[in-house]
């Protein structure tokens, strides 16, 4: 990994006083840079999972362009580096990128309270809207198929039928029988975009817990980063995405106490329709579904796709992740329950 020849890269010429991991991403390497008295992050870019970085690069230089000066909730800001070039590129093949470090923010890994799960609804919301304006056509997909579920399972049954089904563990079962159990429903939100129910419009794509920064002083939201897949899509893939991390349980529930709030929050600032809420419980149930479907595929592929700190564990989130999705539809109804403050 050439971490310390891509942060010169970005440096403008100031020595690197520290290089540093920063967070837990399933796909990037990122890195906290000190250079001089300026600090940045630093990421390398997986190039088997997004094969066109500069589509990365030039969707967030167009939406920046449509952003307040000062937005309700702040983006990162792309770096420039030598000769104002936004991507390093290695002898190695890796590609490295890196923008500016907002230090007012922390992450949660975990939320606990009502409060901290509605300033999440209401800094999605603040994102949605921020981008509203942006010319859908504008922006081109950095992932392929991203967030359409029928892909992901048909991908699945691809794989499948070329692996012997001999394997004797329950979780494999479990998540071959999920899988076939609810193939219909996964469909649900990519027909009703197909028939108009739904607009494409531009979403954040991984809006999971960990990519919201919180102010260390305050339950209020002051940043959402990690913007690699901001590009066409459904809105409630965001809800969805954001429910399933907030609101998934390690056990495999569903709290939705933590769900109703987030929604409450969402609402206040960037109200759905009575249509669009009704499907909030699809969403809910379907994100968690098409993560579950997508690491027993890569599973099944040899973990070729999620970073792994041990064999099977992508199937154990396979499980953990389908299992939220069966617990979503004992809630269903308090979730398509239209909230408010």
Known sequence: MQALPAARFFAHGAAINTLEPLGQGLINDTFKVIAGEDVFVLQRLNHHVFPEPVRIIDNWRCFSRYLPPKPALQLPELRAGIQGAWLYHTPQGEVWRAMNYIDAGQTLTTIQHAEHASALGRALAHFHRLLADVPVERLKPTLANFHQTPVYVAAYEALAATVPAASTDWRVAFCHDCIARKKTFAKTLENARNSGVLATK?????????????????????????LDTVGPGLWHYDIGDCLRSLAGQDDGDFNIALAQAFLTGYQAINALTDTEQALVPVAAELIPFELGVRFFTDYLAGNRYFKITYPEQNLDRAVQQLNISDAVPRHGAALGQRTRD
């Open 202 to 226: 531009i979403m954040h794509g991984d809006p999971k817990v960990d990519n919201f920064l919180f102010d260390r002083h305050s339950v209020k939201v002051i940043a959402m980063v990690d």
